[in-house]
């Protein structure tokens, strides 16, 4: 059983940086892809970025330049840096890990960029 457990998540202003983390319990991930996507209260569930086992990125419009996505292997742990923040990132932002056959998620934590 996979088991996802994101941290790193918090209250910031507009225009500072956080830094969410999502640790995979287990061994083996590193061949599977990653993401981080994000829930705004009354919108749906949207991509915010995605890695590859071999390391290829992909963001969505309204992240690129400003979000950054890695992961380590050895740590089985996937990293989304997150700069100039806007009011408008303001979610609950989830881990996904997909092992081609199913996809998992983590319980979700809170990001709110607020003055």
């Known amino acids: 059983q996979v088991q996802l457990v994101e941290s790193g998540g918090g209250l910031v202003q507009p225009g500072g940086s956080l830094r969410l983390s999502c640790a995979a319990s287990?061994?083996?991930?590193?061949?599977?892809?990653m993401g981080w996507y994000r829930q705004a209260p009354g919108k749906q569930r949207e991509l915010v970025a995605t890695?590859?086992?071999?390391?290829?990125?992909n963001y969505a419009d309204s992240v690129k330049g400003r979000f950054f996505i890695s992961r380590d292997g050895a740590k089985n742990t996937v990293y989304l840096q997150m700069n100039s923040l806007k009011p408008e990132d303001t979610a609950v932002y989830y881990c996904?890990?997909?092992?081609?056959?199913?996809?998992?998620w983590g319980q979700g934590t809170q990001v709110t960029v607020s003055s």
């Open positions: 890695i590859t086992g071999s390391g290829n990125t």
């Open positions: 287990g061994s083996g991930f590193r061949i599977y892809p």
């Open positions: 996904n890990l997909y092992n081609f056959r199913s996809d998992y």
